[in-house]
């Protein structure tokens, strides 16, 4: 009986996970259906006949693998500029005392939870003027505010929970400060640096609004706009090919997931959720 | 000694003030800067593609209290904020209950179900389009196959239904969020009251309202106005999935100051009322921190 509800019970829960991940199967399921079989009625739920059409397409007569480098270069740049600014930020914050610490800390906070429609109008001037607007460059900066806030408040609590005794320890036995960051702190925090890495480089891999504002132009456009940008401009919708893009738009995801999830779930309790 | 001890915490000060200077240096140019900024701006008319303008005072404040656009974006940015958000809630409690209890392939089942919310809004509002097209789209069909309705449903060019879409995507998008957060929860509850529970003889239901929920209260306090302000805020997922439409019966606020920037090209009105924006989110935000901080700063 017992045996019964259990399996009852898997096979109620496992209903409901499946039905939640059907959008993402159904995306790879219509990415290597061939045109034709989209329109059938009722629709096959396994393709009958397979192909890769779709993405040679994708990657032979579109911008798409332009879009993807500039999401790689601009998602890379801004990742180490953000992650090298945060964890000396976040080293200072936690560890020294000086006036107006406690400020900056709250200010932080604030930041990570603004709009960026506020920031955006400014931005947008801003980088005009500069002249830089239309680049990879301009995105990069964009990034940094809301990645910067967002990689100081995770790496903050990651800092935290490295116990004092050991720098204490090392300062003791004759170490500078620098030093004792170097040996003693960046490899207990290294875990805490990848799996800020690694949510900052999944966040600004997404981003849509600035990019949508910023840049305008396909050489330097990254891949959230240049493939909504496929859909828009599109005379007829080739809807397989748009799922074929978002496959590999997701690809990336799909391997941090694979191999490195132990990472994603320790940055998930740090980030402000700590009950 | 006393002297030297200072000397050198005053040393360790200056330390700690330069590694603090590259992220206050980046803040005031690409965070403050912009915010101050916005505010000024949002005393003057200025025509985007010129980028010229001229002081008008409060007008622009004046004028959007009297526009019946702005309170009708803020109504609908409180029916999807709270809609989207209870459903986020709601069904993010229940999967994480069921996902807390020992599941076949339970690890499995956990990054399918954590997989929406760390996906691109791009690809999620794409995936969801071609689910809801009106020919050839899978919804439809299953819908018609069910006997649930006969014709085709328009889900996003008509109301209500483009609203309930774009609540519901929102919620299949985000309530990982919440199911993770309130997991890891759960994990912390010790197995002794649930024990004591039962030998007082408490049945599952009075077990989840008595020992549960109460033990969840913390954690969903944070992640319900982490949530309200991260969905009040929200752009991309209503931007792409109707533009706002139809007509304007999903714009809300982050949408409007959008349209009035890039569309309508009147950068001081759309300042305004991101301003404004800005200002009813202050009392969420000021919630959340003053939480977080007294919590002792993690």
């Known amino acids: 009986m017992a045996h019964l509800r259990k399996i009852l019970f898997n096979l109620m829960a496992w209903s409901i996970v499946l039905a939640v991940a059907f959008p993402l199967f159904w995306m790879l399921v219509t990415s290597v259906k061939p045109q034709f079989e989209l329109f059938r009625r009722p629709p096959t739920i396994l393709p009958e006949t397979w192909t890769f059409e779709h993405y040679w397409t994708l990657l032979a007569d579109t911008n798409f693998l332009v879009y993807f480098r500039n999401s790689v270069i601009l998602s890379s740049a801004t990742t180490l500029l953000v992650v090298a600014v945060a964890t000396l930020g976040a080293y200072s914050l936690v560890r020294f005392k000086y006036r107006g610490r406690e400020s900056l800390a709250f200010l932080v906070l604030f930041t990570y939870l603004l709009p960026s429609v506020v920031l955006i109008i400014p931005l947008y001037l801003l980088l005009v003027q500069l002249g830089v607007s239309n680049t990879i460059f301009s995105l990069v900066i964009a990034y940094t505010t809301f990645a910067l806030p967002y990689a100081l408040w995770l790496l903050r609590s990651f800092m935290a929970g490295i116990p004092e005794d050991l720098e204490s320890a090392a300062l003791c036995d004759g170490a500078t400060r620098m030093g004792a960051f170097r040996d003693i702190i960046l490899p207990q925090l290294l875990p805490g640096i990848i799996s800020t890495a690694l949510f900052t480089f999944i966040l600004s891999w997404n981003e849509y609004l600035y990019a949508l504002v910023l840049v305008n132009s396909d050489s330097s456009r990254p891949l959230t706009t240049g493939v909504m940008n496929m859909l828009i401009s599109s005379f007829n919708i080739e809807w397989s090919l748009l799922m074929a893009a978002s496959v590999m738009m997701s690809v990336p995801l799909i391997i941090v997931f694979a191999f490195l999830q132990s990472y994603l779930t320790r940055g998930f309790g740090a980030g402000g959720v700590k009950g | ?298």
């Open chain 2, 1 to 298: 000694m006393s002297s030297s001890n200072t000397l050198l915490e005053r040393r360790y000060a200056a330390l700690g003030l330069m590694l603090i200077a590259p992220t206050v240096l980046v803040f005031c140019a690409v965070i403050i800067y912009p915010l101050v900024s916005a505010i000024y701006l949002s005393f003057f008319n200025i025509f985007t593609p010129t980028l010229e303008g001229e002081w008008v005072g409060l007008s622009n404040y004046t004028e959007l209290l009297q526009t019946g656009q702005f309170w009708s974006a803020l109504g609908n940015t409180l029916i999807w904020t709270i809609g989207t958000l209870s459903l986020q809630i709601i069904f993010g409690i229940a999967m994480a209950l069921v996902l807390h209890q020992n599941i076949w392939f339970r690890s499995l089942a956990r990054s399918l179900i954590l997989f929406p919310y760390f996906i691109s809004t791009v690809v999620a509002v794409l995936v969801w389009k071609w689910l809801f097209n009106d020919l050839y789209g899978i919804m439809n069909h299953l819908l018609i196959s069910a006997g649930i309705i006969d014709f085709p449903m328009d889900f996003l060019g008509t109301m209500p239904n483009a609203m309930v879409s774009v609540i519901l995507v929102g919620a299949w998008k985000y309530f990982p969020f919440v199911v993770i957060a309130v997991l890891a929860r759960l994990q912390s509850i010790p197995d002794a009251l649930y024990e004591a529970a039962k030998i007082d003889g408490a049945g599952p239901i009075a077990r989840f309202f008595d020992v549960t929920l109460p033990q969840l209260r913390e954690v969903l306090v944070v992640i319900i106005l982490l949530r309200a302000i991260w969905d009040f805020k929200e752009f991309d997922l209503i931007f792409l999935l109707t533009g706002g439409g139809p007509i304007n019966d999903t714009q809300t606020l982050p949408l409007l100051v959008y349209q009035e920037a890039f569309a309508l090209n009147d950068m001081g009105r759309a300042s305004a009322y991101a301003v404004v924006m800005m200002a009813i989110m202050l009392v969420f935000m000021i919630v959340y921190i003053r939480r977080t901080r007294s919590e002792g700063g993690s």
